[in-house]
């Protein structure tokens, strides 16, 4: 079975740049989620779909952030225009809606450098 | 803001030796994970604890879910050079699917 997937596995841009991160959870997981681990704090949360839809996004840090999953398969997270306090690791993680203890699945995530 | 404190947040030891992680928060949660991650990997999942008071045991490790559900500990006994790693704890807000992640705990077992 394959894992959670995320392409790029780095990224460095220049600020103002626009990036695309995506995230292939494990099929037929219907929860997806978007973590974020700046240089030397926590992982934090971003947001959480339910399929298509977006069950709470209020992790995400601003409107510069963008995430979609049409069709409830791959989810993309795009920042557009990057900033410095953008760069960071950032992880997809999925899980089954029938799993009542909701094993979650991490990529292996993106490593995205902003300069 | 919910916070989840982790501790000690790096720790050396010999082989051999015991030790003990501690996750603690003023929130309840629904549950709580711990995983381990290596460098360039996403967290993997150890085990997910339900149950106030609930004790699983995965080989040397040993973990505890507070009474409260506010707080977690993981013991890892006869330490030995692959439990090397970061250790995370993460609890399930009541009510939600978010995960609040503590800080980690860098382990670093010498031979």
């Known amino acids: 079975e394959a894992g959670v997937t995320q392409f790029p596995s780095h990224s460095v841009i220049e600020k103002g740049q626009t990036v695309t991160l995506r995230c292939d959870p494990i099929?037929?997981?219907?929860?997806l989620y978007w973590y974020r681990r700046v240089m030397g704090k926590e992982i934090k949360f971003l947001l959480h779909?339910?399929?298509?839809?977006?069950?709470?996004e209020s992790g995400m840090p601003n409107n510069r952030f963008l995430a979609e999953r049409t069709g409830g398969t791959y989810s993309t997270l795009k920042v557009q225009p990057a900033e410095l306090e953008d760069s960071g690791v950032y992880f997809c993680?999925?899980?089954?809606?029938?799993?009542?203890?909701?094993?979650?699945?991490f990529g292996s995530g993106t490593q995205l450098s902003v300069l | 803001t919910q916070l989840l404190e982790q501790s000690p947040q790096f720790l050396s030891i010999q082989e051999g030796e015991n030790l003990t992680v501690y996750c603690n928060s003023s929130s309840v949660f629904s549950s709580l994970q711990w995983y381990r991650q290596e460098p360039g990997e996403g967290p993997v999942l150890l085990v997910t604890v339900v149950t106030g008071g609930e004790v699983k045991k995965l080989k040397r490790l040993t973990f505890q879910f507070g009474d409260a559900r506010k707080d977690s500990s993981l013991h890892i006994t006869a330490a030995q050079p692959g439990d090397t790693g970061l250790y995370l704890c993460a609890g399930e807000l009541l009510g939600t699917y978010k995960y609040i992640f503590g800080t980690g705990t860098r382990l670093k077992v010498l031979a």
């Open positions: 993680a999925s899980s089954s809606l029938s799993d009542r203890n909701e094993k979650l699945f």
């Open positions: 779909f339910v399929k298509e839809s977006k069950q709470d």
């Open positions: 099929s037929g997981h219907d929860n």
